[in-house]
């Protein structure tokens, strides 16, 4: 299984980009998706997760602002941001709980997409 992110770059502070995460391989099935962010000299930091049914948690940093959304069909979850603060400048990564073909559960990472918020 692999996770490709997408939709990260440069953006103004208050600006509302999309973060895409598209998984693809020999996949069974997907239970939770998940997304992350990580600063320089910071941890990982778990932003939403989205069950395969759509239910969705986030982190008091990002709730209100941020939205995770999922298709099932394209085995893709998404991340809207809205407010962007120069404080969400950070490497995004999204992870999913995934079933292959032939394979037990396991949990993929994607390889991480920059967004940097200028004020």
């Known amino acids: 299984v692999q996770l490709q992110a997408s939709g990260g770059g440069l953006v103004q502070a208050g600006g509302s980009p999309r973060l895409s995460c598209a998984a693809s391989g020999s996949i069974v099935s997907i239970n939770a998706m998940r997304w992350y962010r990580q600063s320089p000299g910071k941890q990982r930091e778990l932003l939403a997760v989205?069950?395969?049914?759509?239910?969705?948690n986030y982190a008091d940093s990002v709730k209100g602002r941020f939205t995770i959304s999922r298709d099932n069909a394209k085995n893709t979850v998404y991340l809207q941001m809205n407010s962007l603060k120069p404080e969400d400048t950070a490497v995004y990564y999204c992870?999913?709980?995934?079933?292959?073909?032939?394979?037990?559960?396991?949990?993929?990472w994607g390889q991480g997409t920059q967004v940097t918020v200028s004020s």
């Open positions: 989205i069950s395969r049914g759509g239910s969705a």
């Open positions: 992870n999913a709980d995934a079933l292959a073909v032939a394979r037990t559960w396991g949990t993929y």
